[in-house]
């Protein structure tokens, strides 16, 4: 997995050593990516434990000899999703959406769509940097039953702000603000999806999630007071930001733009939405009226049924009576006088 380099450093019985890496590799104290030229991290060539240089002193763990730790490399794990990309934090869980947007995203889905001011209220400080902490350490343990979904929502807010490429990616940021500045609304939904179609695969997916969620959200507008453009007020600085040589004032100017962009996916998928909701509407009333009019058939088949049987009783009865009148005839004394 990777080749030593130089001296050894002991600490708590470790003996790391520096190392190169041949493999994406993750340090097991702040699950950081290991990377550079040449010396990358630190490895114990007893345990093989990973590390960065910077990190090697802070790690409490003793040396337990070979065979007695797992090393990381090779590993899926969701810690050190802040400051990092969308990209990376895929390829490292390998998942195309990592796990902390799919978290926080069906947390608000089960407990935030009625909220009012969704996403636009905030959290409590405290609450959001403890989870936050927790969200970068310890990602599988995480359990946000009993956090509160404003404190939720922010700490997803922050992770989205926090990426090193935003999720509307720096190398296509022009390109987005070109497209909500076309007037024709139809050319500018196109133009927008466009541009969404040529995001790395990993942040295509998480916007495809994203704007789905933030769609529903909009659904319920009347109750929580967050429609399309509100959302774009909300997440278009959170998700795409110029780039950092780009000057305050144009920054400052194109912050309207960037919630345009959101509003812009929100309010089609909204429509895309509402319009499978109409024809799945028209469809149950198609068979609500189909099965309405087959059981009026039906009964009227069942009616015209039970009228034909009594006809047959009336006809049978002539019969009989008919029967009766010839036998009175042929008695004997029948007709004669006494």
């Known amino acids: 997995e990777g080749s030593t380099i130089g001296k050894v450093h002991a600490h708590n019985g470790h003996k790391f050593k520096a190392t190169h890496y041949s493999v994406p590799t993750f340090c097991e104290l702040c699950a950081g990516l290991l990377w550079g030229v040449g010396k990358q991290g630190y490895t114990c060539l007893e345990c093989s434990y990973t590390c960065h240089s910077k990190c090697h002193k802070k790690i409490t763990k003793k040396c337990g000899g070979a065979g007695s730790h797992t090393p990381m490399a090779g590993k899926r794990t969701c810690n050190g999703a802040f400051g990092t990309s969308v990209v990376k934090q895929a390829g490292k869980e390998g998942e195309d959406v990592p796990r902390i947007f799919q978290m926080c995203i069906k947390c608000v889905e089960e407990r935030g769509l009625y ?163 109409t024809e799945i509407t028209a469809i149950d009333l198609a068979i609500n009226s189909a099965q309405s009019d087959l059981d009026k058939a039906r009964q009227k088949e069942a009616f015209a049924g039970e009228e034909f049987d009594e006809v047959d009783d009336w006809e049978e009865d002539d019969d009989e009576d008919d029967e009766d009148d010839d036998d009175d005839k042929n008695e004997p004394g029948h007709g004669e006088g006494a």
């Open 115 to 277: 909220e009012t001011g969704i996403y636009r209220l905030s959290g409590s400080v405290a609450a959001s940097k403890n989870l936050k902490a927790r969200f970068h350490s310890e990602c599988l343990k995480v359990n946000l039953e009993d956090e509160d979904v404003h404190t939720v929502c922010s700490v997803f807010k922050m992770y989205l702000r926090e990426l090193e490429d935003p999720l509307l990616t720096y190398a296509l940021y022009d390109e987005f603000i070109q497209a909500v500045e076309i007037a024709n609304l139809e050319q500018c939904e196109e133009a927008v999806y466009n541009v969404v179609t040529r995001l790395p695969k990993p942040n295509r997916e998480c916007v495809q999630v994203l704007v789905f969620h933030l769609a529903r959200i909009a659904q319920q507008e009347p109750v929580n007071k967050m429609g399309p453009s509100n959302l774009g007020i909300v997440f278009g600085p959170t998700v795409m930001q110029p780039k950092p040589t780009a000057s305050p004032l144009a920054a400052m100017n194109d912050v309207g733009k960037q919630g345009k962009v959101v509003e812009v996916l929100v309010s089609a998928q909204l429509r895309k939405i509402e319009s499978s909701v």
